[in-house]
């Protein structure tokens, strides 16, 4: 590296960029037109009169819309045609109903046995042993292992559903996030409520109908059994897991406040690989705002309030001062902390 006067460096970059966009400029006509376009106006009123008088209308085959702003556009989404788009949705939705049957597995596991460790003491002798022996230890595994394996995944999950949204050929970011939130809900739902309530309610109503079948047949050990009785206490069992969920939430929106991650990250890179000036410069830039994994965080927490509640009254309390400390939070993260 050598150093060079930063005025002379500038000056002839800006020679550099300016003759590149008149070579550009000239060069447009010849061209491969593209399927879009866009059209500006004296002001925002008049653009909002033009776009409401040709809603709906589709002049000479055209569809006339508000441009978002340039930054939220996904340009190379831009010139993908409707049967391209189309076939994209389709694969799109085949690949999240592929991923949400594969994650029912490893769900159900945690469900039935990380959620309850006694389950799996049940199958597992020797564990049993040591569950009987240190009860306080394994309580506390059960209580921390289950809701933070479910939390670590969910983590991962707005970015796969992100990246299959903008190859389905979402045109804007706004549109890709909110095709994210509704698909995140619609996991979150069948996948954590459904199935892991429902798994972990079987588990228990199976176990009670084994204990009852003793010398009888099948159909006396579930008359035996007490199916209601059984279903609901199962309910309530499963119940404290959602409770530990929301504890756990709320020990990341007190992460999301500190920044933490973001702090720690940039802390690394300056220290150890000796990022250049325009790196150090993306470092201190604020992060987006996630608004289709905050959006359905808010929906799906509610959610679980609102299910277990007759089962587990705690749960009200909770969520209320979480959905206040969320609230803060966010307000504070969007004044001060992202763009």
Not at 23 to 45: C, N, W
Not at 206 to 212: E, I, R, Y
Request: glycine share 4%; aromatic share 16%; proline share 6%.
């Amino acid at each position: 590296m050598t150093k060079v006067d930063a005025i002379e460096y500038l000056t002839s970059r800006i020679e550099r960029l300016k003759a590149d966009i008149i070579e550009k400029r000239k060069s447009v006509d010849q061209q491969k037109t593209l399927s879009y376009g866009f059209a500006s106006y004296p002001s925002i009123e008049e653009a909002h009169n033009v776009a409401f008088a040709a809603k709906n209308r589709h002049p000479q085959g055209t569809t006339v819309q508000l441009a978002p702003k340039p930054s939220d556009l996904i340009w190379e989404n831009l010139p993908l045609d409707r049967h391209r788009r189309r076939w994209g949705a389709i694969m799109n939705n085949f690949w999240v109903v592929v991923l949400t049957v594969v994650w029912t597995v490893p769900n159900a596991l945690i469900a039935v046995f990380l959620a309850n460790l006694s389950n799996l003491g049940s199958v597992w002798p020797t564990f049993s042993d040591q569950l009987q022996k240190n009860p306080k230890t394994w309580g506390a595994v059960q209580g921390i292992l289950a809701p933070l394996v479910t939390t670590l995944f969910y983590l991962v999950l707005p970015v796969i559903f992100r990246r299959l949204s903008a190859y389905a050929g979402d045109y804007s970011r706004t549109a890709r996030e909110r095709h994210v939130y509704q698909k995140l809900y619609a996991f979150f739902i069948f996948n954590n409520l459904i199935v892991f309530s429902l798994f972990s309610t079987a588990w228990k109503y199976v176990a009670a109908v084994k204990d009852a079948e003793g010398d009888g047949d099948i159909w006396s050990a579930i008359v035996n059994s007490d199916p209601f009785g059984n279903l609901l206490t199962a309910f309530c069992d499963v119940s404290p897991f959602w409770l530990n969920y929301l504890l756990q939430r709320n020990f990341g929106a007190a992460l999301d406040l500190s920044q933490l991650v973001k702090l720690t990250q940039g802390y690394v890179t300056r220290k150890l690989f000796s990022p250049t000036p325009r790196e150090r410069i993306e470092l201190s830039v604020p992060p987006p705002f996630d608004y289709a994994a905050y959006y359905n965080n808010f929906l799906f927490y509610t959610t679980i309030a609102l299910v277990f509640a007759p089962f587990q009254p705690l749960v009200l309390p909770v969520t209320a001062f979480y959905f206040g400390l969320d609230v803060f939070t966010k307000s504070y993260l969007l004044l001060y902390a992202y763009p």
